[in-house]
């Protein structure tokens, strides 16, 4: 009998422990790498996809003229709800080499194609604008957001480089055209 | 009202030796009048940094030749001939040469302009 009352205890704390391990694990269902702009990220319903970032030293123009804390950063961006149903995009947030971190400005003045604070966004829809941080010049992660349950997040975090360097001239960019010796392969 | 055009040649100007590289003055006060732009030329060798100063002033920092590192927030980006980075008045950088390199770096550093009241 004791033996018996022994096993069934043991069974139940193995079950508990196994029961905290999978609730651990459910809540850092991150994506462990880092994606590049341009890429396409997948974090829970939403399909982000991170099109150009460009840095800022100030926004507006004439007696509009707003200017950073440090630098404006606008990040161009679409997003599209995989989902069955309705979902909302949270503020994004910028984290630096160093541990810290930038979040989203919620005032979109000077700023076009503004994505705003509000985003809803439908099953199968997509939306598209610009979102805008304040923060230091140089490279980051900027972390985005599965817009599900805020008790469990799942993260995915995209490159944002920095190049100080002139653009690379353009080769081979209309079929045709390519320049003796600079043939493709 | 006539106009003139002043010529600097720059290759005559003195250098002058400062513990961050090399430098000499191509657009100041004495040279063309200028009150407040000052343009530097500076010759880093291999081993030499120059930290632009956080002075309140909008600061233009352009690598004319050569082969180095510019580093902004504590985090070095390497750069080479035509890379250049503009500076806010709070905001400072680093360049050094790379090792075994030198660069040549155009310094153009001005006030912020004052604006209209509204």
Redesign the interface.
């Known amino acids: 009998m004791i033996t018996s009352m022994l096993k069934t205890a043991a069974f139940l704390l193995c079950a508990f422990l196994a029961g905290l391990s999978l609730a651990g694990c459910s809540r850092q269902r991150s994506t462990q790498r880092d994606y590049n702009m341009g890429e396409k990220v997948l974090v829970g319903p939403l399909t982000y996809s991170i099109n150009d970032a460009t840095w800022k030293s100030e926004l507006g123009q004439g007696f509009q003229v707003r200017t950073p804390n440090q630098r404006f950063l606008l990040v161009n961006l679409s997003v599209t709800n995989g989902g069955g149903q309705d979902a909302s995009i949270p503020l994004l947030q910028l984290e630096g080499a160093n541990g810290t971190t930038f979040q989203e400005l919620t005032n979109g003045d000077g700023v076009d194609q503004y994505l705003g604070i509000l985003r809803n966004i439908a099953p199968a829809e997509t939306l598209q604008g610009r979102v805008l941080f304040d923060a230091p010049l140089t490279s980051y992660r900027l972390r985005l957001v599965d817009g599900g349950d805020p008790a469990f997040p799942k993260y995915a975090w995209v490159q944002i480089p920095l190049n100080l360097n002139a653009d690379a001239p353009l080769l081979n960019t209309v079929p045709g055209t390519a320049t003796p010796g600079s043939e493709s392969k | 009202m006539t106009t003139t055009t002043l010529f600097i040649d720059t290759n005559t100007l003195p250098r002058v030796k400062t513990p961050q590289g090399e430098a000499t003055e191509i657009l100041n006060a004495a040279l063309c009048g200028a009150k407040n732009v000052l343009g530097t030329l500076r010759w880093l060798k291999s081993g030499e940094s120059y930290t632009a100063p956080s002075e309140g002033k909008h600061q233009l920092i352009y690598l004319m030749d050569g082969k180095g590192s510019?580093q902004?927030?504590?985090?070095d980006?390497?750069?080479?001939k035509?890379?250049?980075?503009?500076l806010?008045p709070?905001?400072t950088a680093t360049i050094r040469a790379a090792a075994g390199a030198s660069v040549k770096v155009f310094h153009l550093a001005l006030p912020p302009i004052p604006?209209s009241p509204?």
């Open positions: 510019i902004l927030e504590g985090k980006y390497d750069v080479v035509g890379a250049g980075v503009y806010g709070s905001e604006r509204a």
